[in-house]
């Protein structure tokens, strides 16, 4: 699977930004996708995942704010970014799992990665 995330950019606070993840292969639907993000200076942290069947999970600092999506007839998964806080600029991963059963957040346990996309929050 090859993973290709795009979306990023220079936004204000406050703003919004959607993320996608376009995977090619046919497989696309068998596998549990998520968002992680890397600050500067920082290890790359969770953000978001969705199982197979659409359950969604979501770390604690992005709840209330950022919601994941996928389209399994596109073969793409979105991370959609509302009110974005100069805390939330970091390199933007996307990436696929083969073997979890639900939704992870465990880093691990993902197969495949895309390049990243930048987003970048100013105050």
């Known amino acids: 699977v090859q993973l290709q995330a795009s979306g990023g950019g220079l936004v204000q606070a406050g703003g919004s930004l959607r993320l996608s993840c376009a995977a090619s292969g046919r497989t696309f639907s068998s596998y549990?996708?998520?968002w992680?993000?890397?600050?500067?200076?920082?290890?790359r942290?969770?953000?978001?995942?969705?199982?197979?069947?659409d359950s969604t999970d979501l770390a604690g600092s992005v709840k209330g704010r950022f919601t994941i999506a996928r389209d399994n007839a596109k073969?793409?998964?979105y991370l959609q970014m509302n009110s974005l806080k100069p805390g939330?600029?970091?390199?933007?991963?996307?990436?696929?799992?083969s073997k979890p059963a639900y939704f992870s957040a465990?880093?691990?346990e993902y197969d495949y990665w895309g390049q990243g996309t930048l987003v970048t929050v100013s105050s």
Request: charged share 20%; glycine share 6%; hydrophobic share 45%.
């Open 32 to 34: 549990v996708m998520g």
């Open 36 to 43: 992680f993000r890397q600050a500067p200076g920082k290890e």
């Open 45 to 53: 942290e969770f953000v978001a995942s969705i199982s197979r069947r």
């Open 75 to 77: 073969n793409t998964v």
């Open 88 to 97: 939330d600029t970091a390199v933007y991963y996307c990436a696929a799992a």
């Open 106 to 108: 465990i880093e691990a």
